[in-house]
């Protein structure tokens, strides 16, 4: 008999099922791969535009923060921009947030709380992702010893000049004396996603050293989230979420094809299924290390 009139043989239940599940699969990791190494830089570049006019405008107005606590006398929120770091010789051009959660260094390097701001008196740490949303501090491992660069905050342009970068095991420099200023910068070491270890520059002020702020935040008191190479599980119920939007499209998705065939459902529910995917591996994002 021909090979071309072979009769088909349907498939069982639960080879449907498993059909079905490897699709769902497939799907998710599509979206997630997606999400982190392309649409991840764009919503960084987007964020980043909007905490610079909003940083220039608090700027202008003399309400830029200069401690833990906003202008308003408030505690200033995760995600809020409180400075801005230009690196020229490694390409750095960007907004810091309060924060250092996975979903804050998502819109740029993020301030540690428990720390004072660049340029006041003591150690301030400002932790940035390696590869996703932008990779801002991904070549901070190649600056050296007398590296110049600045930070502007809402007590004016800080200027740093490195001392030198260090990882896991190296001797950290001797604490900085009464009325010094140093900045930590932090990011992942090791290939693109697939971090190591933690890589540390740590750079000296050489223009006026600022008085500190008040901070409320210890480093005993910071949330595991916000520290070095931390994940963020506070949102994993809306991953639960999304992932049950995702399963439900697919179900009526596959209702469509069988009821109204597969032109239409390709119309329909395409736009869908991509978003509720999307969904789902920004969730899963979050679960990923900060600095990475």
Known sequence: MPRSMVPLVPLTREQVFAQGALAIVAALLFAFALNLMVLSHLQHVVSQQQLTNTFREQLAAGTAP????????????????????????????????????????????????????????????????????????SRIQELAPGDAFTVLTGQGVQ?????????????????PAAGQSRLILESARGAAFIPNGVARVDAQLVST?????????????????????????STVWALVFALQFFVVAEIAAVW???????????V???PVMFLAGLLVADQVTRLLPNLL
């Open 66 to 137: 200069v401690s833990e606590g906003a202008f308003d006398k408030t505690l200033l929120p995760d995600g809020a921009p409180v400075a801005i770091i230009q690196i020229p010789s490694i390409g750095v051009n960007e907004v810091v947030v309060e924060g250092t959660s996975s979903a804050t260094t998502k819109n740029g390097p993020g301030h540690r709380r428990d720390s004072v701001l660049p340029g006041q008196q003591g150690v301030s740490v400002v932790m940035g992702r390696t590869a996703a949303y932008g990779g801002p501090f």
């Open 209 to 233: 050293v600022m008085p500190a702020g008040q901070r409320q935040s210890a480093y005993a008191t910071l949330p595991p989230q916000d520290k070095e190479m931390a994940t963020d599980t």
């Open 268 to 270: 329909v529910f395409v």
């Open 256 to 266: 469509a094809y069988r009821k109204i065939g597969a032109q239409k459902m390709w």
């Open 159 to 175: 200027k740093f000049e490195v001392i030198g970068v260090r990882y896991a095991g190296d001797a950290s420099p001797p604490a």
